[in-house]
């Protein structure tokens, strides 16, 4: 599990949205939000997660495919 200080954290209902890292690849996908101070973001492996679907979905042949859009950071 990665661990993500941010200037807006995630709220309720934002569970399971993608994380990218600062160059567009997969990060993980948000899992709850850890109070404190400050606040912040508790953000799945996607390698682990990834891993865990192909054992235990029983879909044949999952895997992690590249998007079909670029991606450009905002700054």
Avoid: C, W
């Avoid at 954290?9 to 404190?36: C, Q, R, V």
């Amino acid at each position: 599990m990665h661990s993500l200080t941010s200037h807006t954290p995630g709220i309720p209902g934002d569970s399971g949205s993608a994380y990218l890292d600062s160059a567009g690849k997969a990060l993980g996908t948000l899992s709850t939000l850890g109070l404190g101070i400050p606040i912040i973001n508790n953000i799945g492996d996607i390698a682990h997660e990834l891993a865990y679907a192909q054992e235990h979905s029983g879909i044949s042949g999952l895997r992690l495919v590249l998007g079909t859009a670029g991606f450009t950071p905002s700054r």
